[in-house]
């Protein structure tokens, strides 16, 4: 055992930091006997030093200014928990100039300034350590960066947003409405008031821009990454869905096309079948399935979110920080096997699809469709409708949904771009894709 | 990057030794990118010098004695992977002595010396590792090592043999006997001529005592975990499974009964709800779930056998070998949070279970049996019965299946022994746990 302790710098204690905060005490003893590092927290930094908090910390320990812990000699490793990308930047980027090994679950700032961060990292020789970014409690980075180091990397399929799971979970399960289903999220505590950023599907965007420059060796601007949200899906769509042997994920695909050299990048809910692993993935737990060239398909599970899982993970970086500044040769840093892969137009993407009209009681109404489908060359291979009720002026709008078989996803905006020009056919029809997961055993 | 490359001699050219090396041949440029360290396979140590491979070796690679390889001053790290516990006992323990590190992926050899082995490695503080011994490609000992640090392990519940994965998911989803089902698996490659170990659970045993002894910082002899397998259970079971919402999969149990201080450790064939995603691991694949008190529910999922699913393990802890070659005092080794946890007496474990015994179809059976449970206070929830044949007495026997409250193993058998009794029940009714795995959502 080292004789002195590795000082700790805590900013933020929000649900995560406090997270990080109870669990360093309350399991000090097991995690000293396991790293074999005696360590202690010496400052924290918060908002509000008159706040009442559910976390009993010594009054000593508290500053409400981040400086004062960055700035501490004695403090050798900042973990940086306070979310948001303008002061954590100044934090992290001071921190690393100042030497000082940095934790983050920070992935709007990963997302946004990563490739700057990255470099400062490298150039300063000063680690970041990120395993909370892109799944909560998932060890999802160190898999990719250590246990599944001899891969190329084929593609990372996840569900990795818990709120947007928990909705659709509750969509699919007790058939409830959309609206409903938020609401119930947010009273249980697995929505934010403001819950944009977890149903536009832009909190799995970040988290995926992380796990493909992991993957891929390289950053990715977030203007590359195509996101559709969850919030135009109803519960019709779980009715059709199920009938049909499937259930409705929000996925995010990150695919390598090796013929092209190109990456696919996206997040869009998604017919999976009923029989994926993927579809067993309920509620606000998350899932990554990963697929390499030599390990063949693999998938991490667990909480994505929350106070204590996402603190299983800052430690485990926090012990990794804690190992390396003792042995600083030991790091590597971020996995440098960068291929000039292109990113893949959302155009150009293929798959087959579910898409679900509404369209006038009347005559003629699926001939003209399907032959504006057959006129692009889209194939359909089923299809299924449910009656509607009548608007104002006494035309029935009833639910028409057609299977479609493997096209571009450009060449169906075209079609739909012309179904939409009928009066019969009401605009913005629900286009799901469906992913065909592999395996089946 | 260091000048000289770090040297590697392979012990084993099989199936296994044959993908680390076709990997480390192909990937090279990968793993040295990643990971910043040249290095080469220096000896490749084989039984049979003339036997004809389907792997490229250069001839002068090639020795059929091992200890040209681990007594070769210019070789590093040494790569066991010749299976079975007698020649890989002299070959790892001459390795240690000699100051080498070890890669190895034998579970059995760690299930029976393991105690002995990690001595060995702390006493001459040459490390050991082996994250393929209990997985395959699935990164579960990295996980329980590192990612999971933080956590007090509450219980570790898998599919870890994926041999009697196979055999289970063909009589689940095909309906086959077992009998087919094992042949097929046999002619696919999926099982051994002698498929003993696999459906017998003693191979799943192997990998549970590997991973309880990561998890509780101790090392578990093999005569404390009790073991069933799969040999006894018919699609008959897989039909009453599947009318009652489950379906059934080899499980090993690790779990703290904090209570009592006692580790519940076992390996039997067992129910599972069909929607609980264990449900889902299909064919050969096999899911570790691991529930720890900070991060929650977490899963791991992959290929646990083969080929390249397991050079891909073995080859993570080459790297992390290397690493740590150059920066010896980096190891941390193995685990050390040993508490004193008593095993528990499979007697005194508690579950509801599902029993289907054969009975003649003849007045007062059912009432004979549920009159024994109820002596043995053992509440009955459900009934389910199915018609059978007629014996060479002419005597017709039924399936009966009965689903039976929570109660302790011993007490079940107890009242097992007496129903046996009866000339109208047939002996060795199949008895399996019905295991209520956490969460749902």
Partial sequence: MTEKPIQLGLIGLGTVGSGVYETLCRNHALLEARCKIPFLVKKIAVSDLSKKRDTEVPAELLTDDWHDVVNDPEIDIIIELIGGTKTAYDIVTSALRAGKPVVTGNKALLAEFGSEIFKLSSEKGTPIYFEASAGGGIPIIQSLQTSLICNHIDSIVGIINGTSNYILSAMGEGGADYADALQKAQELGFAELDPTLDVNGWDAAHKALILATLAY????SPDKIFVQGIENITSKDFN???????????????????????????????????????????????????????????????????????????????????????????????????????IMDINETISSYYVRFQVADQPGVI????????????????????????????????????????????????????????????????????????PKA
């Fill in 367 to 438: 001939a003209e469709i399907a032959h504006i489908l057959a006129t692009f060359g889209i194939g359909i291979s089923a299809t299924s409708s449910a009656q509607g009720v009548s608007d104002c002026n006494g035309i029935i709008w009833n639910d028409l949904v057609f299977m479609l078989h493997a096209c571009e996803w450009g060449q169906l905006q075209l079609a739909l771009q012309e179904t939409a020009q009928s009066q019969f056919v009401a605009p913005n029809p629900c286009v799901l894709r469906i992913e065909h997961l592999l």
């Fill in 240 to 342: 059709f869905a199920k009938k049909l042997g499937y259930t409705i994920k929000l996925l995010v695909i990150i695919r390598l096309h090796k013929d092209s050299g190109k990456l696919e990048l996206r997040v869009q809910p998604s017919f999976v079948h009923d029989w994926h692993i993927l579809a067993s993935v309920n509620g606000v737990f998350n899932a990554i399935a990963v697929t390499g060239d030599i390990v063949g398909e693999t998938l991490f599970y667990g909480r994505g979110a929350g106070k204590n899982p996402t603190a299983s993970a800052v430690i485990s970086d926090v012990i990794t920080a804690m190992r390396e500044r003792l042995h600083p040769e030991y790091h590597t840093g971020f996995l440098p096997y960068a291929q000039p892969y292109g």
């Fill in 217 to 220: 060796g390289t950053t990715i």
